[in-house]
């Protein structure tokens, strides 16, 4: 796990690698190193964090020569973790390899196989590979998107970073975009491939970028899909064989792996399935966060389940004071505009501080067996919206007369829309309407960014496989995977989504909805029957922080902000804190903490 960086073609202004070293060193604490190819202009920027092959043989940029004689040379650099290294060695020469990382995997196989090796590749990964012999380059990232990767392809040159911030290092001005600040206050995050910054891009989930003669092509590698196969006759154990194997591949690793234990079920079973793979003489390390307030508190639940599986557990019993302290410090983590991910910042800050390097979450776990209500309410949305027909506007003018803020007037803006499934999933899960997010993004940049783009593809005429199609590739892909992504980063901690992986999704998606989506996440619960009866018979709440009470003392003066500015009611305090994030980040200051303290 790292951070990776670089350019390719004209030198950028800004071009001395320890600028991006500086900007990406949080990623990589364990090594860093860089390497400069001058002829084609070309700089590649890498910083370590040591997870498989510790030694200095899994250092990067890692560079092969192919061929006797010499054929080419070949440069990577690379973040993430192939799971299935070790199988993929098969077939190369043993006495090639210098040491036993997957990296080196990596950068043979592209070398041999090129762009045909990705679909072979069991993981998370963003990768540049480059070509010295050419200048030609090959960017690609994994099937779900779990690592980032963003570029610019301004003034004729590629350039690429892991981070947005990092990659302005070396880019230098660029203009807000105001469809994306509409975005972001209508989702809460930025949905790819869109960045907050016009000329930055984040290149889509599955897919890759050629770059050939200062000029770059993007193509989809993979694509998710539902029942691509014949439903298994036991629905139960094929998922249950499905989650063993994806546990197992995510626990190797050279250092030790902890868990993230919230109450909930998802956590719950990714412990449970990996007690089973380790067995029980094998010492497992689990993380939780609690505070003093029971209606959010989940550390005594998170305590005894620690308990039922014999893990070392270590909890962290934040105090306002302690909550409030850390608020500055994950507002300048933050790469792109968001409205949660403190929780990470947190948890991760624990595992880190005990001494961890890699932990595995249950995120994924809701959004793969139907476990929000989205689930229910979507698909009872577009049955609205089609049954109500002629009668539509005037249902939508009564709604429209709720508070600003309220579900009530989504969906009534829902009803006023093109009854598409994504515009359902925004009634759902959305923070302002679309036209008070048009008038926000016109007061921020000076520009009205127009309508949104209600097309999304779903890959399914299922309703709930729709609904399950639009939580990974909207809600987890530009929210939860990108916030994991930072907040774990930033404490230089490895983040595995055992949930999240793509040969998991293509075992388990060929299960009919009906019995994949089952209310309360039962397939899940039924294949993990390890699950304690004290977390699986509690309600779903999720995992919340007491953050509107925090911000009621001096931090608050920030949302007072937002209130001043805003010619839209923000009543609701979650609508008032999604518009100072984004104030934050759209700030012309360096910094956003200075911003966020001299307002406080």
């Excluded at 043979?108 to 070509?131: N, S």
């Excluded at 007061?443 to 496989?465: H, K, Q, V």
Aim: charged share 20%.
């Amino acid at each position: 796990m790292c951070g990776i960086g670089g350019w390719i073609g004209e030198t950028p202004t800004l071009a001395d690698p320890q600028i991006l070293l500086q900007a990406l060193r949080h990623r990589g604490p364990d090594g860093e190193g860089y390497l400069l190819d001058e002829p084609h202009h070309a700089g590649l920027i890498h910083t370590r964090l040591a997870v498989i092959d510790i030694t200095d043989t899994g250092s990067q940029p890692m560079t092969y020569d192919w061929g006797t004689p010499q054929v080419g040379r070949y440069s990577l650099i690379y973040n993430g973790e192939i799971y299935n290294y070790e199988e993929l060695r098969e077939g190369i020469d043993p006495f090639a390899l210098n040491g036993s990382s997957d990296t080196e995997i990596l950068l043979h196989l592209l070398t041999r196989d090129g762009v045909k090796v990705l679909p072979r590749l069991a993981g998370m990964f963003a990768f540049a590979f480059f070509d010295h012999s050419s200048g030609a380059a090959l960017l690609a990232r994994d099937p779900f998107g779990i690592k980032p990767l963003y570029y610019s392809t301004e003034s004729g040159s590629l350039k690429f970073a892991s981070e947005v911030k990092a990659l302005r290092t070396i880019i230098g001005s660029a203009t807000l975009s105001p469809a994306s600040v509409r975005d972001t206050l209508m989702w809460g995050s930025v949905p790819e491939p869109a960045t907050l910054w016009n000329g930055i891009h984040e290149l889509p989930a599955g897919c890759y970028l050629e770059w050939k003669a200062g000029s770059a092509t993007v193509k989809r590698w993979h694509q998710l899909a539902f029942g691509n196969g014949e439903a298994p006759s036991n629905p139960v154990a094929h998922t249950r064989d499905a989650l063993l194997e994806s546990v197992g591949r995510h626990l190797v690793s050279d250092v030790p792996v902890g868990f993230f234990l919230s109450g909930g079920v998802d956590s719950t079973a990714v412990l449970a399935l990996a007690r089973t793979v380790l067995g029980p003489n094998v010492d497992i390390r689990t993380f939780s966060i609690g505070f003093d307030d029971p209606a959010l508190d989940e550390s005594r639940t998170a305590r005894r389940t620690a308990k039922h599986f014999g893990s070392t557990h270590t909890e962290w019993m934040m105090t306002e004071e302690e909550g409030i302290a850390e608020v500055a410090s994950y507002l300048a983590a933050i790469d792109q505009p968001t409205v949660d991910g403190f929780n990470t910042w947190c948890v991760s800050k624990l595992a880190k501080r005990e001494g961890v390097k890699v932990v595995l979450s249950g995120l994924g776990g809701d959004e793969m067996f139907g476990g929000y209500g989205s689930f229910n309410r979507v698909p009872r949305f577009l049955d609205l919206f089609r049954r109500l027909g002629v009668f539509r506007p005037a249902a939508a003018a009564a709604l429209g007369r709720s508070p600003a803020g309220s579900r009530w007037r989504r969906l009534g803006q829902f009803l006023l829309g093109p009854g598409t499934a994504l515009s359902a999933f925004h009634a759902q899960r959305g923070i302002f309407t679309e036209p008070e997010a048009r008038e926000l993004a016109q007061s921020i940049t000076g520009t009205d960014p127009g309508p949104a783009d209600w097309r999304a593809f779903d890959g399914t005429s299922e309703p709930l496989d729709q609904v399950s199609m639009l939580e990974l590739t909207r809600y987890m892909r530009n929210q939860l995977l990108r916030d994991s992504d930072v907040f774990s980063m930033a404490s230089g901690l490895e983040l595995r989504v055992p949930f999240v992986d793509a040969r998991l999704f293509e075992s388990i998606s060929i299960i009919p909805a009906l019995s994949r989506l089952r209310s309360g996440k039962a397939l899940l619960v039924d294949a993990v029957p390890e699950i304690p009866e004290w977390v699986r018979g509690q309600p779903k709440r999720g995992f919340r922080f007491p953050f509107e009470d925090w911000t009621r003392d001096g931090f608050g003066k920030l949302l007072d902000v937002a209130d001043e500015v805003s010619p839209v009611p923000l009543r609701e305090w979650y609508r008032r804190w999604a518009l100072a994030v984004v104030l934050l980040e759209a700030n012309p200051k360096d910094s956003a903490v200075d911003v966020a303290l001299s307002r406080a």
